[in-house]
DNA sequence: GGCAAATAGGATATAATTTATCCTTTTATG
DNA sequence: CATAAAAGGATAAATTATATCCTATTTGCC
């Protein structure tokens, strides 16, 4: 019922690139030590990214990743299940039948519903959105205690 | 971000105490093999749910499991809290500051609010509800072919 | 051409978690 | 006291998640 790790960087990782100037190519190393996640690691998901075609790669020596398509093209939920697959938090959601359970369970229903409103939720959440909240978030006065 | 097979016995193993005539004990074995669980696993489960007060449990000859408070008070969070502990969809809510970014990071944000809803509609989902649509569902006549 | 810097990808190690069973103990019934 | 049930500790087995290593490939630049 948690988030992979994998996901988790991956998130952060697509946000610091879309964070970055857009003109610079961005090296995965240095993704690692800004977001500090496993470097080698991080190349994995990069790779993932860069698959589902979140990410664009380019090898040699001034290489680096830069993003697939628009932020506001990119949901969290590709994000995530660019890494992760598909997300399911119940195994008879994974396809109809994977339970011989599935047509009399009541508990079966009320997993799709929960799933259908997670699901929405990523999938409406783009990473224009991440990226424009993370801006906020960084000038955000501190509440700060002298006044 | 599965839900584990534990807590999916564990719901089912409620459902079906909860609908079985309430004047007769149930035995965990039975419960076991009706719901296809297996017996000795579904023994530690039911131990969990009767130490968070949702089954009371009679040892003996003539023991066996009861529901610990009536089903419309029981709901399937506490059910799956109870045999898998809180549950936290990413690792920042299992408590503040568990992860040092939280203060800055946009998809903390995410992850409260779709936590919220997730927790929110398990909460509001009682076993009484799941027993009645259970009944219904048993009693639905199938979507058959010939007229 | 040859070196250096970057991603790609396969194989593998390590760790953590989940699932499940075994064995012994305790409790209650008749 | 024999039997049937739950309780609980220890442990096994399986699966998954996390992370690294090593080699290959691509590219820019001198
Ligand atoms: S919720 Fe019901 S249908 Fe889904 S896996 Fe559990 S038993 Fe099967
Ligand atoms: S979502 Fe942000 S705050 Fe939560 S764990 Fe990931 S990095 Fe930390």
């Known amino acids: 019922m948690e988030l992979s790790r994998r996901g988790d960087y991956a998130v952060r990782a697509m946000l610091d690139v879309a964070t970055r100037p857009a003109d610079r190519m961005t090296v995965t190393k240095e993704i690692a030590l800004r977001q500090d996640i496993p470097p080698i690691f991080l190349t994995k998901i990069v790779s993932s990214l860069s698959q589902a075609g979140l990410l664009r790669t380019y090898r040699g020596v001034a290489g680096g ?35 011989d359970r599935d047509r009399t369970c009541p508990a079966h229903e009320l997993w799709v519903q929960a799933q259908g409103e997670l699901l929405g939720l990523l999938a409406n959440k783009s990473l224009a959105d991440l990226a424009r909240r993370a801006q906020e978030l960084q000038q955000a006065p501190m509440a700060g205690f002298a006044a």
Chains 1, 2 share one sequence.
């Open 65 to 99: 990743v830069a993003l697939g398509k628009p932020a506001d093209q990119i949901s969290l939920l590709q994000i995530i299940e660019a890494v992760d697959g598909p997300i399911y938090i119940n195994r008879c959601l994974i396809r109809r039948g994977e339970c």
